[in-house]
């Protein structure tokens, strides 16, 4: 297990190494500077742009800035945003437990609702229910974020009242910040109500985020469950007289868990993606809306910054579901520290 | 669940209900600020969170106007040469008590000093703390200063290197809010400057409170404001960037005021019972500039023609579905000096073929460029475009619509590699030549922020002497003869001036809009 450990986390420098080149040449290739954007109609001079890039150090070569950055980013300094003048690590963590908290609450709904409309297809296969289910998750996976989200804020906040229509807490609450995690923050803290304003303001953006993972693991619950209830083994233990429920549940599940436990992994980096939007539309303070903002105002730093620390944690994300597989079925733990 | 989110409203419900007497004004606001330290930035949504809540300035500009007012400085003098401005400081001033400073003085003139050569002098401790002062710049502070003096604790006189009529409309701007000094020292000796810009201290009507990125920003009201404390006891910005949603939490009671409605909501929220939808015409134009540089562009008939070849009611109707007014100069009809007396040039594409045939231009093949980005003065600069390229081959020309990247679409631009361009302006401090001589005026045809590259002499000459007076009434004798040059030479053709629409709940009294697109929540703002 601690060879493959390992194995794993030497693959991984090399592409961290990528992935510093790709942020930092992304950013780059967009044309347009900072300077230029910032000046608007109102312009610069050119001896004062040439100038102010001196500053920010974009004068030199792009080897010498990108070998300067790397030598940063190995002591732990992503630089300092352009626009707000706060270093981009602080400005990060910040705003990532927003993330966190939304993309957990998001896969959580995700995953309630689709492993059992995926089971549940699977045993009624060729059914209207398996049909409806298929047909609706085709549909959530087809939505459109954006729309979704306000088709659902039209619907529920305003026309039903039942949920708030963006933000993360009503403005009545003064809740400290400890942990940036609002539902642990409000449980924290003594104003009364506020918990329940926390989860209430998460209902919506879950919902939204979730879909299309929803329908992603509904889907591929179904075609792993259908190819697992086809085996030997579930045709014996029906044969043994198991309970349905035994021979789906215990026996069937558990190996068709190794397929669904892929997707969520794969899911990760599809939720923060959708979290650009989603944020967006929620007015959630996260880190995908403080990524699209530092594009357009071609905040060099904070872009190649923000990116380098997504792509680490969809990594490690990806590192956790690989040590995941080991732990639902042994037999692939076996067979690597064979190889 | 439906129990327990019952349950909730209700308790939602409940301290909504006790927060009503302590006054809570909620503002849906389109951002998060770049910083608290006005100097430093440049958008307006900065402002809003900064200038317009937690600092003053010397004189300032009455809400819903563009008329400067007295601020910290309760009156002023100018010499008779335009180069000497004194100013008679506010006393009993008090700066913000915060967590992290407790002012042990009054508001005075070592406070206008410490503002001003921060931004100015590059050997001040500060200068270097926090970044570029972008509007100084902008506005050329640095080079129209001689001097800054303390007559005394409440007198300070400023001596300008040459006369420049608009400068107190400059110190009306948002860059020239005044810090304190008091708390610059105490920051320097604890070794924190840089918390003078994140930790706020100003004179003006709230105190902010705390800030969560992309969140809300709190803001309590400053109870010892010079100009009375404000009817409203908390302020609070919550930070919504899409439009749409804005308007439904204005609609769900969720905030009181947001900015910048999405157009297509315009006809509900006016129908809306609860929604007061207040306009006003912005302080902005959009035009098409000609490059007078390059041929047929030089020649003046030929301008002439294609102004008259293009409808701008259609473009106001399609591009701006209604929410502007045809411009016909270069300054908003809500300014001062604007001249209603000069006659636009009608829409009349076979006058302006024969016009074309007369200068001896047949089958001319232009562009035009239009901005990859959405502005209040051009909602949208592509659709204009292809309006104005269909106009145009009505009279035979052909053009081709060419765009760039925002950034690169201004630097070439002001490098001049266009025929015909669409930009914009949006006015900084109300003064008509902060359009005409940054946009018209020869200086800025040599640096390339005159599109037009146009360079007329008897137009740049009054623009100088309007200029040199300080008297308004000479000034806008000086600019209104200017403007009929202005037409008469077509170096642009003016398209429109957009409305600036702010939905604003029933519940909210003497919410003014502001010309210079703040959102003031003080001077006379209540809650029913």
Request: glycine share 8%; aromatic share 12%; with cysteine.
């Amino acid at each position: 297990m601690l060879h493959f450990l390992i194995n794993r986390l030497m693959l991984l420098v090399p592409v961290f190494f990528g992935v510093t080149l790709v942020a930092f040449g992304f950013i780059r290739v967009l044309p347009g500077d900072p300077v230029e954007v910032l000046a608007g109609e109102r312009g610069v001079s050119p001896e004062k742009h040439a100038e102010i890039l001196a500053q920010l150090g974009f004068d030199k070569p792009l080897w010498q800035q990108y070998f300067s950055y790397l030598g940063d980013i190995l002591q732990g300094d992503l630089g300092v945003s352009i626009i707000t003048n706060r270093p981009v690590i602080e400005e990060f963590f910040e705003l990532f437990p927003a993330t966190v908290e939304l993309a957990t609450c998001a896969i959580i709904f995700a995953l309630i609702i689709g492993i059992p409309a995926g089971i549940i297809a699977a045993t009624k296969r060729g059914t209207w229910v398996d049909q409806g289910i298929m047909g609706l998750s085709l549909t959530g996976y087809s939505m459109p974020i954006f729309w979704w989200g306000l088709l659902l804020i039209i619907l529920f906040s305003n026309t039903l009242g039942w949920t708030p229509v963006s933000g993360r807490l009503s403005f009545i609450f003064e809740v400290d910040h400890v942990t940036g995690f609002m539902l642990i923050d409000t449980l924290l803290s003594d104003e009364q109500g506020s918990f329940w304003s926390a989860l209430h303001h998460l209902i919506l953006p879950s919902v939204v985020l979730g879909t299309i993972p929803l329908a992603v693991i509904a889907r591929q619950t179904r075609s792993a469950m259908l190819e697992v209830l086809s085996e030997d083994y579930v045709r014996t233990a029906r044969a043994k007289g198991l309970s349905p429920f035994r021979v789906i549940a215990i026996h069937a599940l558990r190996n068709a868990l190794i397929t669904v436990v892929t997707v969520i992994g794969l899911q990760v980096a599809l939720l923060l993606a959708g979290a650009i939007l989603t944020e967006t539309i929620f007015g959630w303070p996260g880190i995908g809306k403080w990524i699209i903002f530092s594009v357009f105002s071609r905040d060099y730093y904070a872009v190649q910054g923000g990116l380098l620390l997504i792509a680490v944690c969809v990594m490690i994300v990806n590192l956790i579901v690989d040590l995941l597989y080991g732990f639902i079925n042994p037999r692939i733990l076996q067979q690597r520290n064979k190889t | 669940m439906k129990k327990t989110l019952l349950i909730a409203s209700l308790g939602l419900g409940l301290a909504l209900s006790g927060v009503a007497q302590a006054k809570t004004l909620v503002f849906c606001s389109e951002g998060s600020p770049e910083g608290f330290n006005p100097a430093l930035y440049s958008a307006g949504t900065t402002f809003d969170a900064s200038s317009q809540t937690i600092y003053n300035r010397l004189v300032q500009f009455e809400t819903g106007t563009t008329k400067v007012i007295p601020g910290l400085a309760e009156s002023w003098s100018a010499s008779a040469d335009g180069l000497e401005y004194t100013f008679n400081l506010r006393k009993g001033v008090k700066f913000h008590t915060t967590e992290d400073f407790t002012p042990t003085r009054d508001f005075n003139a070592d406070d206008i000093l410490f503002t001003y050569n921060r931004m100015w002098k590059e050997d001040h401790p500060y200068h270097d703390v926090g970044g570029e002062y972008l509007y100084f710049g902008w506005m050329d502070m640095g080079s129209l200063l001689k001097s800054i003096d303390k007559i005394d604790d409440y007198t300070v006189k400023f001596t300008l290197t040459k006369p420049e009529s608009p400068f107190v409309s400059n110190l009306a701007m948002d860059f020239a809010s005044v810090l304190s000094a008091e708390y610059g020292d105490n920051l320097a000796a604890a070794g924190r400057k840089a918390d003078i810009d994140h930790k706020p201290v100003g004179t003006g009507p709230f105190v902010l409170k705390s800030y969560k990125k992309d969140s809300m920003i709190r803001y309590i009201a400053h109870d010892d404001y010079w100009d009375g404390r404000s009817n409203i006891d908390k302020l609070v910005f919550a930070i919504t960037t899409d439009n749409s949603v804005r308007y439904q939490k204005l609609k769900a009671g969720e905030c009181h005021v947001m900015p910048y409605p999405n157009p297509a909501d315009l006809a509900a929220m006016e129908s809306d019972p609860d929604i007061n939808l207040m306009r006003q015409e912005g302080l902005n134009v959009g035009y098409l500039a000609f490059n007078t540089e390059k041929p047929p562009f030089d020649q003046k008939i030929v301008r002439q023609a294609l102004s008259m070849a293009i409808d701008k009611q259609a473009i106001l109707d399609v591009v701006f579905e209604g929410a502007g007014s045809i411009a016909k100069n270069p300054i908003p009809p809500t300014m001062w000096s604007y001249n209603d007396d000069v006659v636009d040039y009608p829409y009349d594409p076979a006058k302006a073929k024969a016009m074309l045939d007369l200068a001896g231009v047949s089958g001319l093949k232009t562009n035009i460029w239009a901005m990859p980005v959405q502005r209040p003065y051009n909602p949208n600069a592509r659709r204009m475009a292809e309006l104005i390229q269909a106009d145009w081959a009505k009279v035979g020309v052909e053009a081709e619509i060419v765009t760039f990247e925002w950034g690169e679409y201004l630097k070439r631009s002001r490098d001049g590699e266009h025929d015909t361009m669409l930009l914009g302006w949006t006015g900084d401090n109300g003064d008509p030549d902060n359009f005409m001589f940054v946009l018209l005026g020869c200086e800025a045809a040599a640096s390339g922020g005159n599109r037009a590259r146009w360079c007329n002499k008897p137009f740049d000459y009054l623009l100088r002497q309007a200029k040199q007076k300080t008297d308004q009434a000479e000034r806008t004798e000086l600019y209104e003869m200017a403007q009929v040059i202005f037409k008469e030479e077509a170096p642009w053709v003016t398209i429109a001036h957009s409305i600036v629409f702010k939905p604003v709940r029933k519940e909210v009294i003497g919410f003014k809009v502001h010309p210079l697109g703040s959102h003031i929540f003080y001077d006379g703002v209540d809650l029913k």
